[in-house]
């Protein structure tokens, strides 16, 4: 009687899975019925920030359903994200001939063309979303920022008059027309624009920055460096900001301020050239010659031939008995600047220094011959008193004098939904993701936990081939690694096709579930867990990794405007069913826990974490799961002290977060 319950039971499950697959679940059959499914995993999977992957989902749908135009415009928005600007566009150009009535596209196509520096054909593309969107509000702002790069000031200003008849309270219009007054010369004007922005919107970092540089511009270093303070204080990591603000410092004699500003500057952006330079020129001010020269190393590394430069590590090496390498550098220079007198004394007495009495000679004769004929027709020029230099400006007798730019330039913020994760909009802080089966996790040099499970390593011993893991952090698949992914699946599916064994047949099924998961097809790993489940209502395993790709799905689906309370619900059934059955799993706590979080249930979830934390005090993804829900509660000093323990076992972003949130 069991033998025959057995057979029955193995005779629906081929039959099921030979539905399945009609309906795509083998990749070669997915391409061919199933666009429209190809289509909603490759925005899951633009969602997660796996460009990649998406663009070889989008590919598929292309090949199957080439006249849709959803597929061509989210295989632009992967590309766009993954700088592939040029392919942005095409990708847009081919959307718009299927459909050129969607804004978005014109959106998306306008900042690739911006990224390419077309600026005339973006604004060709914004007017036309505007035909279509007149109140889009983004479209506007994009459109000017081009008007600008165009020099084309007069129809920005008229445009932004528009804009803020519009929108009265839009403090980065008034921004942006402070900016088309700067390139006017009218700082005057520029200013009330920016006090304007300011009074709506004090909490924009890019308005005082801009506001600093007026101030510098006009040499009120005091005033500057508060505008400074302020757009630091809201943007913590330009790299500009500080080197303007050491600028500001050091014309107040703040030596100590300034060399801590570019200390920062440098930390944030190791390559930035006047953070390097000007540091060199503080350090050899204040004596700390061998930290100048390694400064000036790494500027003449940036650019070799930088005179300025190369004449500063000289009399650094000077100092600091280096004669050779100093005579190596004072050279080069006057090669290029035969009469300049500085460097030929300088070079004179490291001759002497070194014995070499008739170079020294011939040098000092040098220097003597132009001054005597400049005392004879004219004046011998001297050392310039002002403290700062255009970096343009190659005037060696400013070799000492702290650089700046030609031109302080305003980064220009164009309105953009396209680039970066999307969830990012949509919540102020983000929750630690569930633990789920995988073959392999994304590597970290700082948290090295290894996740262990009972029921998982039981699996491992009796699969032995292909190990799998516990981890809540997927890498990003390389195209190489999605396609072995995909071959994977095609073998587990001939291998589920030709089985004559339940065991066998749902092995393979588990395996293929864990592979869709990883490629971020839930759908169909879902479709092969509740295949799984009909079989063996009992799986731990099943119902664990069940939940974990429905939770997936449902996150994407809210970041829509879906209502995903009845597939939580799921969710949450799937986890309590599998508690029931292993009490003791803290990932499966966890997951709860962390599923209580996004639905704001946070004594529920604050409760699981501090469960999961009991059986397994290293869990640094509870700590920091639960510090986010305490600190959400108002219980900021738990909270901090959960975010610590999290950073501590190895999740370094809790540090910014307790950064944040510290009093």
């Not at 587990?492 to 393979?508: G, K, M, Y």
Request: with cysteine.
């Amino acid at each position: 009687m069991g033998r025959i319950v057995r057979q029955r039971r193995l005779w629906l499950l081929l039959i099921a899975l030979q539905w399945s697959m009609f309906n795509g679940q083998c990749s070669m059959c997915f391409a061919q019925f199933n666009a429209d499914r190809l289509i909603r995993v490759g925005r899951s999977a633009l969602y997660y920030e796996d460009y990649v992957l998406s663009i070889q989902y989008f590919n598929q749908a292309i090949n199957a359903k080439p006249y849709l135009y959803e597929p061509w415009f989210f295989r632009g928005v992967a590309k766009y994200n993954l700088d592939d600007f040029a392919g942005a566009e095409a990708d847009c150009t081919e959307a718009m001939q299927r459909n050129p009535y969607v804004v978005s596209i014109y959106e998306l196509r306008g900042l690739a063309r911006i990224q390419q520096k077309k600026y005339a054909e973006a604004i060709s593309d914004y007017t036309k979303a505007l035909r279509y969107d007149p109140e889009n509000q983004n479209v506007w702002h994009n459109r000017v920022l081009c008007h600008i790069q165009n020099e084309e000031y007069e129809q920005a200003h008229a445009e932004l008059d528009t804009m803020l008849t519009r929108w009265s309270r839009y403090a980065r219009g008034y921004a942006m027309q402070a900016e088309v007054f700067l390139h006017q010369k009218d700082t005057t004007s520029a200013v009330g624009s920016l006090e304007k922005s300011i009074e709506i919107d004090p909490y924009d970092g890019h308005t005082w920055q801009m506001r600093s540089l007026i101030s510098l511009s006009r040499s009120e270093w005091k005033a500057a460096e508060g505008f400074l303070d302020e757009a630091i204080h809201l943007l913590p990591k330009h790299g500009g900001n500080y080197i303007n603000r050491a600028m500001a410092r050091y014309n107040q004699n703040n030596l100590r301020g300034a060399m801590a500003d570019y200390d920062t500057a440098l930390d944030l952006e190791p390559n930035n050239f006047l953070g390097h330079y000007n540091r060199g020129l503080l350090r050899a001010q204040v004596g700390d010659d061998n930290r100048a020269i390694t400064d000036f190393d790494f500027v003449l590394r940036l650019e070799p031939n930088n005179l300025m430069a190369l004449f500063n590590r000289a009399v650094l090496l000077d100092k600091t008995g280096d004669l050779r390498g100093a005579i190596r550098d004072y050279t080069k220079v006057i090669d290029q600047y035969p009469n300049f007198w500085t460097g030929l004394e300088y070079r004179a007495r490291c001759y002497r220094l070194l014995g070499m009495t008739k170079q020294a000679d011939a040098d000092e004769f040098t220097v003597y011959k132009a001054r005597l004929y400049k005392h004879l027709y004219g004046t011998q020029p001297r050392m310039s008193k002002k403290q700062m230099r255009k970096r343009s400006d190659e005037d060696l007798e400013k070799y000492n004098q702290l650089v700046m730019e030609d031109e302080q330039e305003v980064e220009h913020e164009y309105q953009n939904d396209y680039r970066g994760r999307v969830q990012n909009h949509k919540v102020q802080m983000a929750y630690q993701p569930m633990f789920a089966l995988a073959f392999e996790k994304a590597q970290s040099e700082v948290h090295r936990y290894i996740a262990f499970d009972r029921q998982v390593d039981a699996l491992n011993q009796r699969l032995k081939a292909r190990q799998l893991l516990i981890a809540s952090e997927q890498p990003t698949l390389s195209d190489q690694r999605s396609q072995q992914y995909f071959s994977y699946i095609d073998s587990l599916s001939a291998v589920i096709d030709r089985s004559r064994s339940t065991a066998t047949a749902l092995d393979a099924i588990l395996l293929r579930s864990v592979a869709y998961s990883a490629i971020q097809n839930y759908e169909s790993a879902i479709d092969d867990l509740s295949l799984y489940l009909q079989v063996d209502t009992a799986s731990v395993l099943a119902l664990w990794q069940r939940a974990v790709c429905q939770s997936r799905i449902n996150v994407f689906q809210a970041s829509e405007g879906t209502n995903i309370d009845l597939k939580n619900a799921n969710v949450l059934g799937d986890l309590n069913h599998a508690l029931v059955l292993a009490p003791q799993n803290p990932y499966l706590l966890y997951n709860r826990g962390t599923l209580y979080a996004q639905k704001g249930d946070y004594a529920r979830a604050v409760d699981d974490f501090t469960a999961a934390i009991a059986i397994d005090g290293n869990l640094a993804e509870a700590y920091f799961n639960r510090g986010l829900c305490r600190i959400s509660m108002n219980q900021q000093e738990q909270g901090i002290r959960d975010l610590s323990k999290a950073g501590e076992l190895g999740l370094y972003a809790a540090y910014s977060i307790i950064k944040r949130h510290r009093k």
